[in-house]
C-alpha cells in the first residue's frame, strides 16, 4: 500500500504539468491572444510568474517525491536499518528560504512597475497619441479639457455610457465632467476608435462594479464617489466583451455588455445615429389628407 501513495503523490503533479503544456493550445490558460498592446504586456508578466511558480513547482515536487520513495524503501525487508535525523531547526536554511522568495517578489514587483506605471499612472498617458485621435475626429478642445472619448457609469445592472454631442458646425465637443444638454447616450454599447489609445472616465452610482474588457486584458474597479480614468488600445476594428467582474447584487450576471472598436468614421456616424435617434420626437409630420364628408 505504501508503494501505491508513493505513486498516487508523484502521478498527480506529473498530470498537473502536462496540463499546464497543454493549455495554452486549448485557450485554456488566456481567452485568446491579447487584443492590445498593453496586454500583451501584461501576459508577459503573467508568463514570467508562470515560469517562476514552475520551478518551484517542480523543485518541491521532487523532494517530496525523494522523501517518500526514500522513507518506503527504507523499510522494506532486509533494508538496513538507518537511524532517523532529527534536528531543532536551522537558522541557515530558515534565512535561505526566507530570503529567495523575498528576493523574488522585490523582482517581480520592480519588474511590473513600468507597465503598471503605464496602465495607472496619468503622467505616463499616451497623451500625444490620444490627441492625435481628436484632430482626426475633429474634436473642438480646448487645453484642460478631458481626454476621455466617454462617460461610463455602472449601475444595478447595466452600463450607462454619456458621449459629447455635436456643436452648430458639426464638431465634436469635448466630454464635460458634468452633463451637458447636447450629450449621447447608450447602453450597453461602447463605441470607441479602434488602434489609437483612447480614455474613457469610470464611475458607479451605486455599490461597487469592476469594469472588465478580458480580451484587452483591461479591468478596473468602479468605486462609488470617485471618477477613475481608463485607457486602452484595441488592435482590430471588432466587438467585443465588457463584463461586470464584481458580485454587484442577484442581477450580476446582467452587466454583459459590448464594447465595439471601429474606425474614426464609424465612430463619429454611430455618434451621429444617437443623435438622430436621441432628437427624435416620434411625431408623424405626414399632413391629414383626410377629406371632410
Given at each position: ?92 536554511l530558515e534565512v535561505i528560504w526566507s530570503s529567495v522568495p523575498a528576493v523574488i517578489l522585490l523582482f517581480i514587483a520592480f519588474y511590473q512597475l513600468e507597465v503598471w506605471a503605464e496602465y495607472r499612472v496619468k503622467d505616463a498617458f499616451p497623451r500625444e497619441r490620444m490627441e492625435a485621435v481628436f484632430e482626426r475626429i475633429h474634436q473642438d478642445r480646448q487645453k484642460n479639457d478631458s481626454l476621455a472619448l466617454a462617460e461610463v457609469t455602472a449601475r444595478q445592472f447595466e452600463w450607462r455610457i454619456r458621449y459629447p454631442g455635436f456643436n452648430a458646425d458639426g464638431t465634436l465637443k469635448a466630454l464635460m465632467p458634468d ?115
Amino acid at each position: 500500500m505504501k508503494w501505491f501513495w508513493c505513486l498516487f503523490f508523484a502521478f498527480w503533479p506529473i498530470v498537473a504539468i502536462v496540463l499546464c503544456l497543454l493549455a495554452p493550445g486549448f485557450d485554456w490558460w488566456f481567452p485568446g491572444k491579447a487584443e492590445s498592446p498593453l496586454g500583451g504586456r501584461i501576459d508577459d508578466l503573467f508568463y514570467m510568474i508562470l515560469w517562476i511558480t514552475t520551478v518551484t513547482f517542480i523543485g518541491t515536487q521532487i523532494a517530496l517525491a525523494y522523501v517518500l520513495f526514500k522513507g518506503a524503501s527504507n523499510t522494506e525487508p532486509g533494508a538496513e536499518n538507518e537511524k532517523a535525523w532529527f534536528s531543532h531547526g536551522s537558522h541557515q536554511l530558515e534565512v535561505i528560504w526566507s530570503s529567495v522568495p523575498a528576493v523574488i517578489l522585490l523582482f517581480i514587483a520592480f519588474y511590473q512597475l513600468e507597465v503598471w506605471a503605464e496602465y495607472r499612472v496619468k503622467d505616463a498617458f499616451p497623451r500625444e497619441r490620444m490627441e492625435a485621435v481628436f484632430e482626426r475626429i475633429h474634436q473642438d478642445r480646448q487645453k484642460n479639457d478631458s481626454l476621455a472619448l466617454a462617460e461610463v457609469t455602472a449601475r444595478q445592472f447595466e452600463w450607462r455610457i454619456r458621449y459629447p454631442g455635436f456643436n452648430a458646425d458639426g464638431t465634436l465637443k469635448a466630454l464635460m465632467p458634468d452633463p451637458q444638454p447636447t450629450d449621447l447616450y447608450a447602453v450597453n454599447d461602447l463605441h470607441l476608435p479602434a488602434s489609437a489609445p483612447v480614455m474613457i472616465n469610470l464611475r458607479t452610482q451605486d455599490v461597487q462594479h469592476s469594469f472588465f474588457l478580458p480580451e484587452l486584458r483591461i479591468k478596473q474597479d468602479a468605486v462609488p464617489g470617485l471618477v477613475i480614468p481608463i485607457w486602452f488600445e484595441a488592435n482590430h476594428q471588432r466587438s467585443y466583451q465588457l463584463l461586470c467582474a464584481e458580485l454587484c447584487g442577484w442581477g450580476h450576471y446582467k452587466m454583459n455588455a459590448r464594447f465595439v472598436a471601429e474606425s474614426d468614421e464609424g465612430f463619429i456616424e454611430y455618434l451621429r445615429q444617437l443623435e438622430r435617434e436621441q432628437n427624435e420626437d416620434r411625431v408623424d409630420d405626414t399632413p391629414d389628407t383626410d377629406e371632410e364628408e
